[in-house]
């Protein structure tokens, strides 16, 4: 879509489930020249924080957005001029406009009289709805005081609350607000601040993007969901046999298929046999889904992230594999797009070789299960007339019990099982 100056609508792209996400940062003003795929804004959802790419070559003509402004895909975020167009002197231009507040904030006093306060000329009046103008940095370091931004004033330009305001207004005596519980009502106890450094030597090391925002999701699903699980074991000794031949036969195409991928596709036929794994909680219903689609937590150095695998019920297990394996490497670069982590209806939560026998998996909400699995071991396994060796897995299940019941979660766990022990049952 273009106007007569030949500018450019730069939208909210595809940002996958996710609606009303606010914006943390622009980057970008009129007048900036920017490259194909540089950031012009930071948004932040509740799993994510992400920039918004620019989609072309230009100058920045006009930004229809502010810090805190609530966005959705295809939303107007500003409008880019091709640089053949825009000329030099048009950038110029754009520089020097500043807008009528900009320029009561930043002229000089007249000499009649004393100049303001700096902070009182750049502070606008608060929108109580708006959240507090501030960089991530600033945010992080406000986390980690135990400061609430909506209680301080800001004297960057144009209100923007700086890590000198945040150090001023806990050095200043007020009681940090509490961090939210998310209790859900049940009044809990406020969480303890203690002084280590009385005991010790400490270090202070901020949370990752990532945890912080997962922590909070963990937190309230613990605390929402009713969970129980449930574990067991699948003998894979066969399976494990014909993974790592399968491996060997497409070792000339790179191709590496992990145990993983098989129980993606045994957990798509348990979620058809038993359609209430494969739903959601939506106050007194239950949304049954028809479609397939798998999560699945990848290790990244700033924490678990869960790509999804679309449509797993269409898919074999090279397809699978590869998938994963293109996922797993977008995860670590920290190049996950929003969409390759919407969508999900059943996630599998995987500690692989790294150890265990059973852990407590957290139900993914709005999903109502979750499978965990550990590191394969061999155990001596009675066949009727003698203990032999097999590789058992442990498998642990856990679910919404306003949901399921113990029953179903059993039935559910040895569909598994069985399909793992014979994967040709998915054939069926």
Same mark, same amino acid.
């Given at each position: ?8 609508? +730069? ?45 072309? &070559? ?26 053949? &167009?825009?000329?030099? &002197? ?58 609430? /931004? ?19 207004? &806990?050095?200043?005596?007020? !009681? ?11 009044? =809990? ?73 098989? =129980?993606? $596709?045994?957990? +798509? ?42 449509? !797993? ?13 293109? /996922? ?8 996950? $797009? ?30 109502? !299960? ?59």
């Amino acid at each position: 879509m273009s106007t007569a100056t030949a500018a450019s609508d +730069v939208l909210v792209p595809d940002i996958g489930d996710f609606s009303d996400v606010p914006i943390i940062e622009i980057l970008v003003s009129p007048g900036d020249t920017v490259a194909a795929e540089d950031p012009l804004v930071t948004l932040e959802s509740d799993k994510a924080t992400m920039d918004v790419p620019s989609p072309m &070559e230009g100058v920045v003509q006009e930004v229809k957005v502010s810090v805190g402004d609530n966005v959705s895909e295809g939303t107007l975020l500003l409008t880019l001029v091709a640089p053949d &167009e825009a000329g030099e &002197e048009q950038a110029k231009e754009s520089l020097a406009e500043p807008t009528e507040q900009e320029t009561t904030a930043e002229e000089p006093a007249a000499d009649d009289g004393p100049a303001a306060p700096a902070a009182a000329e750049a502070t606008p009046s608060k929108d109580a709805s708006a959240p507090p103008y501030a960089s991530p940095g600033t945010r992080r370091l406000a986390r980690e005081l135990g400061v609430d /931004l909506t209680q301080v004033t800001g004297s960057g330009r144009k209100g923007r609350i700086t890590g000198d305001d945040v150090r001023a207004f &806990e050095e200043g005596g007020a !009681a940090p607000a509490a961090a939210p519980t998310g209790d859900g009502g049940l009044e =809990l106890l406020p969480w303890p601040s203690i002084d280590f450094s009385k005991y010790g030597e400490v270090e202070t090391v901020p949370l990752s993007r990532i945890r912080k925002i997962s922590g909070a999701n963990l937190a309230r699903n613990w605390v929402r969901i009713p969970h129980v699980t449930h574990n067991d074991e699948a003998d894979i000794t066969d399976l494990e046999a014909f993974r790592k031949s399968t491996n060997e036969a497409y070792k000339k195409q790179e191709v590496r298929v992990t145990m993983l991928a098989f =129980l993606i $596709k045994a957990c +798509v036929a348990g979620l058809k046999e038993f359609p209430d794994f494969n739903a959601s909680l939506d106050g007194d219903n239950l949304i049954v889904k028809r479609y397939y689609n798998i999560g699945f937590a990848a290790d990244t150095p700033n924490g678990l992230v869960v790509p999804v695998v679309k449509n !797993a019920d269409a898919k074999g297990i090279i397809e699978i594999a590869n998938e994963m394996g293109d /996922l797993s490497a977008a995860a670590r670069a920290g190049k996950l $797009k929003p969409g390759d982590m919407a969508g999900g209806n059943f996630t599998i939560s995987s500690l692989g070789g790294i150890g265990g026998t059973s852990f407590t998996p957290i139900v993914n909400a709005p999903e109502v !299960a979750i499978l965990g699995v550990v590191r394969s071991a061999t155990k001596p396994v009675w066949d009727g007339s003698e203990f032999v060796p097999r590789l058992m897995l442990p498998l642990s299940l856990s679910y919404d019990h306003r949901v399921i019941d113990g029953a179903s979660a059993a039935r559910f766990v040895k569909y598994l099982v069985t399909t793992l022990e014979d994967m040709r049952r998915v054939l069926l």
